[in-house]
């Protein structure tokens, strides 16, 4: 079934988590997730889905691309960036195919991945965005650590931080690892989940773990002079908690 995948939504949004933050893209939420981080806020994609073809999905991102034309402009122009995300892209083999296609179309194409999965096979082109998950997340175990050395100065690993603990392990971190000469690091501190939010299929968070404000969380990088880029769930501050498609 690699020339299909299950689709929760695809959408034009703004990207909200990465480098490219600020800039309009199309999103391909993918059904399915191996991991129940505490601070979830997508638990509806673990299962909501409908299975479409390659060539589907394909022709709904190219007409989502081409509606988002400048209106000063002449010529047909077509939005070039592109964010695979979920759930987990990688647990469906279609991934792969899709995004190699759509790579072949142009596209920038970005993949937010979890980092429990091997991201070797991924299309060279492709903009790994991939999550180092720290103690809060109840997931800290499932990092596949074999991934650091594939990934390249195009890619980016994400820490999402909630709590002192989580600050001090992603720390920790990206000096053993010496993670700074890899790829950009990104700093991403969570807004807690509201109670509506918090599915009960979630891991709880760890016991011991000291919730970190985002002023604090400044002042730390600021003060250890971390080689970082701070970040903030840019989807939760423009629009409402539980808004899906954006
Ligand atoms: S990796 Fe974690 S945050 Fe991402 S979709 Fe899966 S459970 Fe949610």
Redesign the pocket.
């Known amino acids: 079934m690699s020339e299909s995948l299950v689709v929760n939504e695809i959408y034009l949004s703004l990207q909200g988590e990465s480098t490219f933050a600020g800039l309009p893209c199309v999103f391909i939420r993918l059904t399915a997730?191996n991991?129940?981080?505490s601070?979830?806020d997508?638990?509806y994609?673990f299962t909501e889905g409908k299975r479409r073809t390659l060539d589907e999905i394909a022709a709904e991102v190219e007409r989502a691309a081409f509606n988002f034309q400048p209106s000063t402009s002449l010529a047909p122009q077509r939005l070039p960036l592109v964010e695979l995300t979920?759930?987990?892209p990688l647990l469906q083999p279609g991934s792969l195919p899709l995004m190699q296609r759509l790579c072949d179309a142009g596209f920038t194409v970005l993949l937010e991945t979890?980092g429990?999965l091997d991201i070797a096979p991924v299309d060279a082109r492709v903009r790994r965005i991939m999550?180092l998950k720290c103690p809060s997340?109840g997931?800290a175990a499932r990092n596949r650590w074999e991934n650091l050395p594939h990934l390249k100065a195009t890619d980016e690993i994400k820490f999402v931080i909630g709590t002192v603990q989580d600050y001090e392990w992603a720390k920790e971190q990206i000096t053993r690892h010496n993670l700074g000469a890899l790829c950009p690091l990104l700093l991403s501190w969570v807004t807690p989940l509201e109670p509506h939010q918090q599915d009960k299929v979630?891991k709880p968070v760890p016991a011991g773990q000291t919730p970190i404000k985002r002023l604090d969380l400044v002042e730390r990088i600021i003060a250890d002079a971390l080689p970082v880029r701070f970040q903030l769930q840019m989807h939760k501050i423009v629009w409402a908690p539980d808004q899906r498609g954006v």
Request: aromatic share 6%.
């Open positions: 997730c991991l129940r981080c601070y979830c997508t638990a994609a979920g759930g987990e979890s429990a999550d997340s997931e979630l």
